[in-house]
């Protein structure tokens, strides 16, 4: 019997739960039974097994007559025995230690089986194997592979890498305990079967524990099973990530939209903050099955043993509010609230799932004491939400709140005189001081009568105490109880309020996410030949293998004739040159149309869509220039600046030149505010048609009012969207950008090679005012720029950028290309030789010498670690030698990784780093453990100093997870 269908599951996933199909179908999961005798067969099909594996074929019969689909152990693979196998009524085949042979030995084995029987289930058994072992399975045709993720301890770092490498293979089968074990503690077994009954597609369990062990296990498999059919939509085909740092004492993985959290102790509690998952699975809160809701405030106190089960809780969107102001009273001051952008003009910037720790100074003349909340609220809400604040030291006061909807926050600090604290404290130093207090008592009663005309309900406390012997009602006005309700009872006299400050909650994206850019006109493999969007599609698989999260496009827009460039940026275009892409505008459209040899709208449609199906996010180029030929120069004259002689002038940026590019002018009176609006409406185009991420280009030629106002109105609507800067420009503008709306901006890191320029610059961006809202984007390359290092660097020096972006910024951006060291300069500048700006190129993506296989490796080492998920939480480390750049990087509720680059693309380098073991407390002569994440493997360091060496010509960093304990001795 199938168990009933939660509340929490929607009606479309009620009724995809309402098929009765069985078997492989997508939504009812495979559950295979092992070791199991025969006579179990049918108590194991009423529990809920669809599968049972079978080390003698002769009981094939007995598993199908019960309802089960058999699946035979095999040994050997000969084609033959396959097929005498499915003949007799095999379902399916379980090849052990498949490993042994490489996938063009399966392919025709595999291949034979499936045609014969279409769904014949064929599971390959890879426990053991070595990683060079599994990857020659890719592609054999395997429809699940075993997990090795039955031998997990809940707290080591290798899971992830596990999963991803059966994921190469087949989807994932795993074990609930592993093949052979023995007997196990009812406690430890219960929390191995509910891990593990969530963590993949398939799930295996050993009979021996279902109808031979001490305690029934019958009604734990019988809700997980029902469970597992009823939540296969909300977790999807793939296995689970682990998201808990190394070591931590929950483990917590997720699944689509749905997340486990293990005590991986069965003797004692475990604490998990919510506020340290939530941003790194980006969302607002979890849902218990069945249960309460958790936001980032919150603890998850867990039970030995313990595995919850939760739902994740998306964001809702939130509309701009108008803003309001309070100028506040005279007697407090209310300084230094934190987080703020120059005293709440522009809005801080945080991501949702977060919890917005706000801070505040209030000050205030004389001795008395000061009461303070924090009031918060989301949007338009008119409603204040209340959290009290409590001092911390030095007039300094603190208090917390949740980030749970996707769009502008605002929240006050307000504070008043604490009256009655004030006596009470005042009244208990003369009470120790031996002074005679009659008078002071007094005076206590007659603050409590205020408080009573301000609140009746008080007038029989106030009668009561009054009644009291002289020493009783001293106690009385010293208790806390009394003191607490005579806080908010009393009038708030001299109650200030500070300014609303604005707060923005974006997506995830806005601070975590890897770039790829691309020219789509390049992807067609024929440089006679204009790719399409459809040649795109064909790229997705392998720029999502690399990791990479958002596929960036320069203009896809139509291309003008007049002034066209030539190759290498020459003022004359032969007849079959493309053009640059920022020529924008022709006879066939422009901003809001697409160039027709790229395809039509709906063909770009389906590619947004189909890159969402590989988790990718189309973002697209907004510059705003025009080719001559644009259909606004026929039809809006008065958007563009006229010379004398009745020309235009073309676009420059000394010395270059741009001849085939006309500015708009956004201040003549015809274009205020006809242009704004069109430029708004050609942003509000691509956003509907799925386009959530722009790349501007320039962004500081354009005005800055119509920056926040056109990023505002968007917004507004659509509080999703992310805009990044293009603004390699002076660096107070690129703070004003990001200040008016943009959520991330390139930055200098192009050009910063040495260790003292990187760490004063991320020093500057990490830890001073802009940390609360510019975002810095490291991309290592751009179509524009082709760095003088990267041109003299060889392989090693690119290895170098890379590792050196993806570990000391969330946001990392590489221009195809530069995964295969692509480096040809123009002599003596600082771009691409025979740039495909200018024209169509071709790519060999396995070239020799590429580093995909690095960068794939530095996106996976920043998914799984949090610490590397934003720009903030860094501390440059000593370290002997000037030419290695030495850090640790950090986060709440995250392993600390420590990192060391060389910076010499040309030889290896050598030096003593220093390990912060007072950041652990462990001492000088401690030990430190933890994992080399660029090659695998434990590390135990002992001592304060060791020594590092990094090849250029090998492996130029290095990148070490350790544990936030350590061990000391």
Known sequence: MRAPVPDILSEPIRDVWAKPDIGLHPHVPLALLCNASESDYAQAADIGFTHVLLEDASQISG?????????????????????????????GFYFRAAHRLAAIFWCDRLGNAKQRKPDVLLIADILGARPDEVAALRGAGFDLATSSSCYWDFASGWLNQDT?????????????????????????????????????????????????????????????LALRGQMAVLLGSRAGRVISAAGAPVAVFFRGSFVSATNGSVEAKARQPVGHLLPIIGAAGLRALGGNAFSATDIL???????????????????????????????????????????????????????????????????????????????????????????????????????????RYGFVVQAWYDRFSSFADGLRKKVAAGLNVALEIQEGLQLVDEAAEADERLRGVATQLRALPAEELQEWLLSEDLRSTMRHALPRKFLTKSREMPLDAEPRGARFASWYELFPRSQS??????????????????????GFDVLYFPPIHPIGATHRKGRNNSLVAAPDDPGSPYAIGSEDGGHDAIHPQLGTLEDFRALVAEAAGH??????????QCSPDHPWLREHKGWFD????????????????????????????????????ALRDVVQFWVDQGVRYFRVDNPHTKPLPFWEWMIADIRSRHPDVIFLAEAFTRPKVMYRLAKVG?????????????????????????????REYFRPHFFVNTPDINPHFLQTSGRGGFLIRAALAATLSGLFGVYNGFELCEAAPVPGKEEYLD?????????????????????????LIRRENAALQSHLGVEFLPCSNEKIIYFRRFAPGASTLLIAVNLDPHAAQEGSIELPLWRFGIPDDGMLAGEELTRGGEIFWRGKYQSVRLDPHDLPYAIWRVQSSGIAT
């Not at 493999?525 to 690399?546: E, K, N, Y």
Request: aromatic share 10%.
């Open 742 to 770: 943009f959520s991330q901006s390139y930055t200098y890191f192009t050009w910063r090679n040495e260790k003292h320029e990187l760490t004063a610059y991320l020093e500057e961006l990490a830890n001073g005012p802009a």
């Open 63 to 91: 598993a199908r007559g019960c309802g089960l689909v058999p699946v035979v152990v095999l040994e050997e693979f000969e084609d033959e025995t396959l097929a005498g196998l499915q003949e007799a009524g095999a379902g």
């Open 835 to 859: 740039s495909e700006k200018y024209e169509i190129r071709v790519w060999d993506y396995e070239k020799p010498g590429n580093i995909s296989a690095q960068i794939t490796a530095l996106n």
């Open 642 to 677: 006229w010379r004398p002689d009745g020309s235009l002038r073309y676009a420059e940026n000394p010395p270059k030149k741009y001849e085939d590019i006309v500015n708009v002018d956004f201040y003549t009176e015809a274009a205020k505010p006809d242009l704004w609006v």
């Open 525 to 546: 493999g024929d440089a006679t030949r204009h790719g399409t969007f459809a040649d795109v599609v064909a790229q997705l698989p392998r720029i999502a293998a690399m």
């Open 164 to 224: 991803l490498r059966t994921e190469s293979v087949a989807p994932v089968l795993a074990f609930a305990t592993p093949p052979g074990s023995a007997s196990w503690q009812p406690a430890a077994m219960k929390r191995a079967l509910r891990f593990s009954a969530m963590f993949a597609p398939a799930w295996a369990v050993d009979g021996r524990f279902v109808f031979q062990g001490d305690e029934d296990m019958s009604p734990e498999l019988r809700e997980l």
């Open 301 to 407: 106190a867990m039970e030995p043993g313990e595995v919850a089960f939760f739902t994740t809780l998306p964001a809702a969107e939130i509309s701009l509010p108008a803003p309001k102001l309070d100028t506040g009273a005279p007697r407090i001051g209310i300084e230094a609230i934190s987080p703020q952008v120059d005293d709440g003009r522009f809005p801080a910037r945080r991501v949702v799932g977060e919890a917005v720790e706000v801070e505040a100074d209030l000050i205030a003349d004389g001795h008395e004491l000061l009461a303070a909340e924090l009031l918060y609220r989301p949007g338009r809400e008119q409603a204040w939400r209340v959290v009290p604040m409590l001092p911390v030291g030095n007039d300094r006061y603190r208090a917390s709140f949740p980030l749970e909807w996707l769009g």
């Open 615 to 624: 988790g990718l996010s189309i973002a697209l180029d907004f510059a705003i």
